[in-house]
């Protein structure tokens, strides 16, 4: 149980594109979801917590118009790189949080290499 | 703004050895968690310490909570080429935030034969 999916696994843009990235929990609903970014041999960074049905809360630092996300429904959050640059490549994950309360853990998806060319 | 400061960034070290990673904070955190990271891939939980004081053991692997909650520490016995990877030590929210996580700068092991 507690699966989390991320598609696509990898994608090549070109530059000036927008690319969509999805989190899906396969076997659990997800009222929040987290997004992360990684760059080579670095640690993740908080980007911006994803909450089913209102707006995306996003850390400091970080542009909401740059990166739109929406969590339309309780197992889906999509993370889009609008009007990529080659300074956007990197390995983005999200984390899904079960819906219930007492927990303590969100459980991570497989990742997404962004290249931008 | 909660900060983790985690150490050594880089380990080297030859198979059989033992080692410690250690995470270190100013800010108190609910939990305390260890992943470990295979290139390309998202991380792979280790385990969760909620406890002060507390202690887990998995295989050849001991995870520590300090008591105040702001620190924690990683022990590997007889290392592995297998146990090569990033290892990263995550703070967790508490209460409605839970499953937000500060992650450390992380650990680049390698372990060779």
């Known amino acids: 149980g507690a699966v989390v999916s991320q598609h696509p696994s990898w994608v090549i843009c070109k530059s000036g594109t927008s690319v969509k990235i999805e989190c899906r929990s396969l076997d659990f609903q997800a009222t929040t979801m987290f997004w992360y970014r990684q760059f080579p041999k670095q640690s993740l960074m908080l980007m911006a917590t994803?909450?089913?049905?209102?707006?995306?809360?996003?850390e400091q630092g970080v542009e909401k118009d740059k990166f739109l996300i929406n969590h339309a429904s309780l197992t889906l959050s999509t993370l889009t790189v609008t009007s990529a640059h080659p300074e956007d490549s990197s390995f983005y994950i999200c984390?899904?949080?079960?819906?219930?309360?007492?927990?303590?853990?969100?459980?991570f998806g497989q990742g997404t290499r962004l290249t931008v060319v | 703004t909660q900060l983790l400061e985690q150490s050594p960034q880089f380990l080297s070290i030859q198979e059989g050895e033992n080692l410690t990673v250690y995470c270190n904070s100013s800010s108190v955190f609910s939990s305390l968690q260890w992943y470990r990271q295979e290139p390309g891939e998202g991380p792979v939980l280790l385990v969760t310490v909620v406890t002060g004081g507390e202690v887990k053991k998995l295989k050849r692997l001991t995870f520590q909570f300090g008591d105040a909650r702001k620190d924690s520490s990683l022990h590997i016995t007889a290392a592995q080429p297998g146990d090569t990877g990033l290892y990263l030590c995550?703070?967790?929210?508490?209460?409605?935030?839970?499953?937000?996580?500060?992650f450390g700068q992380g650990t680049i092991l390698t372990v060779h034969p």
């Open positions: 984390s899904a949080r079960p819906y219930f309360v007492g927990g303590t853990e969100a459980f």
């Open positions: 995550a703070g967790g929210a508490g209460g409605t935030s839970y499953g937000k996580l500060t």
């Open positions: 994803s909450n089913e049905g209102s707006k995306a809360t996003y």
